[in-house]
């Protein structure tokens, strides 16, 4: 029996009904006892109609904004970041990074747009170490990436002009500190600029949002069409983003969507244990890299201190040499 026949027209159901529902699956209700804590609460307030679908999640931001399943939809969030009317035209597979996997991610999305330029849509759970040179990094990948295969495509008519933009994307959901150093500013925008105004369009730039600064703002939320965006990907409660959906008739497809899976806890079940993999994952590699910051810093304060005992051993050596010197005078 499906959730929709249990509840039949409403959308409310009680934790009970969710875990009776799961028990009809030895498979499903295997995979519910294995959440703990948070996880196991955001889940069952996720199917009772308390919280939202954690979007900012690979599995979940994937199910809703994935422009062979939503057509426009991602197109209208990357049009309200860019400032400029976009559309994705498809989603390109990552494997074929240069880099090494090790990027502490929780979505990854790779989108070529009508217009040729190719746009890196990341969601960082972990605020990482080295945030500026990774940034860089991913970019560097991504415009070589392009540049391969353009010039593959073009053979000998391949002019540097084909190659286009690219466009790194990144949406903390826990930013660093300098991000809470800069105001109200959530959204900051950057490239390549020349000191002597000289004017030159370079191919990498870059869009980072600090969700967390936006919920902190202090004063009603901006109304603009990102602004909107912004307090559709940072809603926690089904509340919000009805009264948003309420404000805004473009926001109730979304709101509609994701009170349908609470119809379908088995689906929104497996979207959590595939996020927690991927964070589980991310999580193992990220005490990894602070492991290894703290061997730097411990290995430096070593070396600090046997220099320090150096020169003390020096100044008592050379305090030595004028006492004796001093006593056979």
Known sequence: MRM???????WEASEDMVVQYLK????????????????????LDVCTGKRTMPLLYDPFFKRLFHPDLHDGR???FLSSLLGRKVK?????????????????????????????????????????????????????DLLLRQYSRVKGEKGKKFKYEDVKKVYTIVLFEKSIRPFHETGNSCVHYGKTRFETGLKLELLQEYYLIALDVFREIPYPKDRTNQGIWLSVLSAETMEELEGLAEEFPWVKEIYEEMAGYMHRPEEVLNMFSEALRILDRNTVQYMIEQQQEQIKEQAALIEEQKRRLEEQEAELKRLRELTEGGTKS
């Open 4 to 10: 929709e026949e249990k509840k039949k027209d409403t």
């Open 88 to 140: 994705v035209l498809r989603i390109l597979p990552t494997e074929e990074t240069l880099l090494d996997g090790g990027a502490l991610l929780i979505m990854d999305l790779l989108v070529e747009l009508s217009d040729g330029i190719l746009a890196n849509v990341e969601v960082q759970k972990i605020p990482y170490l080295f945030p500026a040179e990774r940034m860089s990094c991913y970019s560097a």
């Open 24 to 43: 009809q699956n030895p498979r499903w209700y295997h995979e519910y006892c294995r959440l703990e804590g948070e996880w196991k609460e955001r889940f």
């Open 74 to 76: 991602l197109s209208g």
